[in-house]
């Protein structure tokens, strides 16, 4: 299994990206999908999961209502449509798959099997 981010860039506080992650060796329609991020400095932190049915989904408080996760099992790919983009949401961000299901939603870093490598967001104030 290969997931791979991309659509990162450098974009005005204020404005908006969308953020993809392509996978290969296996199918998104059968896994919980997520995405996390990491600032310099930090640790690894949630933001958003979609559930493997694709009928559900859950943010972290602190983009809730600004970032939108979907995928489209068709292309098996997952995006992160992220509007009204604050300074603080500076990090790279990196998609994840689960493919065991325990449990949803999961906003642990070790729920997660598989990882993409990492896109940069950066926002300017």
């Known amino acids: 299994v290969q997931l791979q981010a991309s659509g990162g860039g450098l974009v005005q506080a204020g404005g908006s990206l969308r953020l993809s992650c392509a996978a290969s060796?296996?199918?998104?329609?059968?896994?919980?999908m997520a995405w996390f991020r990491q600032a310099p400095g930090k640790e690894r932190e949630f933001v958003a999961t979609?559930?493997?049915?694709?009928?559900?989904?859950y943010y972290a408080d602190s983009v809730n209502g600004r970032f939108t996760i979907s995928k489209d099992n068709a292309k098996n790919t997952m995006y992160l449509q992220m509007n009204s983009l604050k300074h603080e949401d500076t990090a790279v961000y990196y998609c994840a798959a689960d493919v065991s299901r325990v449990t949803w939603p999961t906003m642990r870093v070790r729920a997660y099997d598989f990882w993409g490598q990492g896109t940069l967001v950066t926002v300017s104030s």
């Open positions: 060796g296996g199918a998104i329609s059968r896994w919980n």
């Open positions: 979609i559930r493997w049915s694709g009928g559900s989904a």
